[in-house]
């Protein structure tokens, strides 16, 4: 799915890539200071940090993303990319449940997020960070032939993960279907009206 999305026409690229747009202000990029924008853009994408989820040392000399290694592809902003992905409309994603299929058959019911969505997410987050490299955000060309290297090596990981470890595979591309669709605690109560009842009796207008 994602390698259709990235060779197809540039107007599908844009929309693929403002998905992550607004996704990557969660590694909180736009601190008011071009340096320190950059030198965080720098360290991101350095080893692939973006992919982990993490936070910003700020006692350390230089800037710095404490990166859970334990995690890939479970940065929030990733995350956050994906969901944006699967709920747009304007994106082939296919309804068959097929497509998260559990890698492993005696555990069917523990479904998988497709290696495509994740490198198609990836690949868009890559693209998005590089606009801030100079420390404010000038946005580039989101081109295939440009990225469809990212897309290529990020599908080549996991098939060389699920082969390697295929237990560990299925745990991480789980976890991940996990964070897309079931939202966490905070999240669930963010969506749920927690006002007091008796709260109607003190309006005053």
């Known amino acids: 799915m994602g390698k259709v999305l990235i060779t197809r026409s540039s107007h599908v690229c844009g929309d693929t890539k403002d998905v992550a747009v607004s996704s990557v202000h969660g590694y909180e990029l736009n601190t008011g200071n071009k340096r320190t924008c950059s030198a965080r853009v720098q360290a991101l994408l350095k080893d692939d940090n973006f992919a982990?989820?993490?936070?910003?040392?700020?006692?350390s000399t230089t800037v710095t993303w404490k990166a859970d290694i334990r995690k890939p592809y479970a940065a929030q902003p990733l995350i956050s990319c994906i969901r944006g992905l699967m709920s747009n409309k304007k994106f082939p994603t296919p309804q068959n449940q097929q497509i998260f299929a559990s890698s492993i058959e005696e555990l069917p019911d523990e479904l998988e997020l497709p290696p495509g969505l994740i490198a198609l997410a990836t690949t868009t987050i890559m693209a998005a960070l590089r606009d801030?490299?100079?420390?404010?955000?000038?946005?580039?060309?989101?081109?295939?032939?440009?990225f469809n290297r990212t897309y290529a090596s990020n599908i080549e990981w996991m098939a060389a993960a699920q082969q390697r470890n295929p237990a560990n595979y299925h745990k991480l591309m789980h976890k991940l279907y996990e964070l897309v669709m079931v939202p966490d605690d905070l999240e669930q109560g963010e969506l749920v009206n927690t006002m007091a009842r008796s709260m109607i009796d003190e309006i005053d207008f």
């Open 52 to 59: 982990y989820p993490g936070s910003w040392d700020n006692l």
């Open 132 to 146: 801030w490299k100079s420390g404010e955000n000038s946005p580039l060309k989101f081109e295939g032939n440009m």
